[in-house]
């Protein structure tokens, strides 16, 4: 699968993750950079090799150095559809309202 989709507010979600890191240092950004499209193209490749952890959305922990930080995803019309790049120590599945938002959209 090569197609993907990503909802506004992980895109939003990725963007202040991402100037997040480089206020602290440039290079972190980019190995957030780097690691969050490593996973994306694991994701890609073999979309069914993560865990299903709520409903029919799984989940893709940015490990080692970004473990505090997944991705949540769920294969929609043939395409994987990011839903959040969320912290996962706050506010749990406050993305679950996307799901229904990202079957309209995509």
Request: proline share 5%; hydrophobic share 40%; no cysteine.
């Amino acid at each position: 699968m090569t197609s993907f989709q990503i909802h506004p507010g992980a895109q939003k979600e990725f963007d202040e993750a991402f100037h997040y890191y480089l206020e602290i240092d440039p290079e972190l950004a980019d190995e957030f950079d780097s690691a969050f499209f490593r996973y994306l193209d694991t994701i890609l490749a073999s979309p069914l090799l993560f865990n299903i952890r709520r409903g029919s959305v799984r989940r893709a922990n940015l490990k080692p150095r970004f473990g505090e930080y997944y991705i949540a995803y769920m294969i929609w019309n043939q395409q994987v559809v990011i839903l959040a790049i969320a912290h996962a120590k706050r506010r749990p599945y406050y993305w679950s309202g996307r799901i229904s938002e990202a079957k309209k959209m995509f």
